[in-house]
Nanobody
Framework: VQLQASGGGLVQTGDSLRLSCAAS????????MAWFRQATGKDREFVTA????????YYADSVKERFAISRVQAENTMYLQMNSLLPEDTAVYYC???????????????WGQGTLVTVSS
């Protein structure tokens, strides 16, 4: 299954943006789908994850209350709604798939190509 992330762009502080991650095939209910981000010069960091079947969600503290992950199972598509964006949210955002919950990028075997989000101050 290939993943395709989209929806990035240039926004201002306080704006909202919605990212999408479309899978080329079926995502099994046991899978965990996640968003990671990587700012220039920094390590890739966990943002949020969702268990595909149950819809249970997990968030990094830095985005809790501002970001929301969701999915449409029938469309094999995952979304990241980002509100109240801050300059420190600027990064390339990647979607990824794993067979178990983890916040470590090394545990995710499938990755989308990334979409750039730039938040100006």
């Amino acid at each position: 299954v290939q993943l395709q992330a989209s929806g990035g762009g240039l926004v201002q502080t306080g704006d909202s943006l919605r990212l999408s991650c479309a899978a080329s095939g079926r995502i099994f209910s046991s899978a965990f789908m996640a968003w990671f981000r990587q700012a220039t010069g920094k390590d890739r960091e966990f943002v949020t994850a969702i268990r595909w079947g149950t819809g249970r969600t997990y968030y990094a503290d830095s985005v809790k209350e501002r970001f929301a992950i969701s999915r449409v199972q029938a469309e094999n598509t995952m979304y990241l709604q980002m509100n109240s964006l801050l300059p420190e949210d600027t990064a390339v955002y990647y979607c990824a798939r794993s067979t178990s919950y983890s916040t470590r990028s090394s545990d995710f075997g499938s990755w989308g190509q990334g979409t750039l989000v730039t938040v100006s101050s």
